[in-house]
């Protein structure tokens, strides 16, 4: 996956939709889904840091384990 730059409506741990909902215009007035979701913050910092905090994780890799996200890339 390209380091660069990442859609915000990308994935940043597997490139996959993230189905946020603020990324998407017509439904960016909506709380996206990872409101109401616990995201281990070791997942987040597995991600390489140019990618952190861009883009929301898509569900499948919000709900990893942090010794998951590492075989899922």
């Known amino acids: 996956m390209n380091t660069q730059s990442i859609a915000l409506n990308t994935c ?3 490139g996959s939709s993230n189905r946020c909902t ?4 017509r439904t960016a007035d909506q709380p996206c889904w990872c ?5 281990d913050p070791a997942v987040i910092a597995s991600l390489p840091e140019d990618l ?9 890799c919000a709900t990893l384990k942090t010794e998951e996200i590492a075989g899922h890339r």
Do not use: H, Q, Y
Request: charged share 25%.
């Open 52 to 60: 952190r905090n861009k883009a929301c994780l898509c569900p499948r």
């Open 12 to 14: 940043p741990a597997c």
């Open 35 to 39: 409101f109401s979701t616990d995201i």
């Open 22 to 25: 603020l990324a998407d215009p």
